[in-house]
């Protein structure tokens, strides 16, 4: 089985511009986790979905915002882009069904905002 | 004060020698405890996974967890030079219904095994 996808790998947006980032579960897994990860620190929570509604929000302003498809695809969207949103963007899926749920990620989406 | 602290490092260590990664945490509620590795540039890899105080053992790695001291460890033994990583703890509480709740993790630790 495939693992986690991610689109595109790499990015590069000026400031105030607009980014959406795709992510592809491991098949038969139901939900999707986004973390920022900046360079030196570990992944800060960002979004998570399940059965395509929202059920965690992280610390993020309200310029981020997420969807999940009937697929259980992912998106990630951050509008006005601030050089401070440069960082590693990290997709985990699983299964979303138990305590004990692992979340596999992704290899990440860096985007760099000039 | 952050959820999780973890020992920043960086760490160097010659090939063979023991390992030992650190966490400590604050939040209580914090009920089941992960290690992940991850690679330059890659996505973060699960190694061990635990939601018991004691150890918990998977050929070279040892995962220990003391709940009354909100501390965690990781233990490399006979290290390689292929483990030279940065290693990541995080942790979660019981998630409510069937959602199973967000990540915390630590800063990170990069480890460097020379031959």
């Known amino acids: 089985d495939a693992g986690v996808t991610q689109s595109p790998t790499h990015l590069i947006k000026?400031?105030?511009?607009?980014?959406?980032?795709r992510c592809s579960p491991i098949s038969g897994h139901?939900?999707?986790?986004w973390y920022q990860q900046v360079l030196g620190q570990g992944p800060q929570f960002i979004f998570q979905y399940y059965e395509k509604e929202e059920r965690g929000r992280g610390n993020f302003p309200d310029r981020f915002s997420a969807r999940q498809?009937?697929?259980?695809?992912?998106?990630l969207?951050?509008?006005a882009l601030l050089l401070g949103d440069s960082a590693l963007y990290l997709c985990a899926s699983s299964k979303g069904q138990v305590n004990t749920d692992t979340q596999y990620f992704g290899p990440g989406t860096r985007l760099t905002v000039l | 004060q952050k959820e999780v602290e973890q020992d920043p490092g960086p760490l160097s260590v010659p090939e063979g020698a023991i390992v030992s990664l650190n966490c400590t945490y604050s939040n209580s509620a914090f009920q089941?405890?992960?290690?992940?590795?991850?690679?330059?540039?890659?996505g973060p890899e699960l190694l061990m996974y635990t939601y018991s105080s004691g150890n918990k053992e998977d050929g070279r790695f040892t995962a220990q967890v003391d709940k009354s001291s909100k501390y965690i460890s990781l233990f490399i033994r006979d290290s390689q030079p292929s483990d030279s990583a940065t290693?990541?703890?995080?942790m979660r509480a019981i998630a409510g219904g069937t959602s199973y709740g967000k990540l915390t993790f630590g800063q990170g630790t990069i480890l460097t095994v020379h031959p």
Do not use: I
Request: glycine fraction near 2%; proline fraction near 3%; include cysteine.
């Open chain 1, 77 to 79: 969207n951050v509008n």
């Open chain 1, 69 to 75: 498809f009937p697929n259980y695809s992912s998106e």
């Open chain 1, 30 to 33: 139901k939900s999707v986790s």
């Open chain 1, 14 to 21: 000026t400031r105030g511009q607009h980014v959406t980032l």
């Open chain 2, 87 to 90: 290693y990541l703890c995080a």
């Open chain 2, 32 to 42: 089941y405890f992960m290690w992940y590795r991850q690679y330059s540039r890659k």
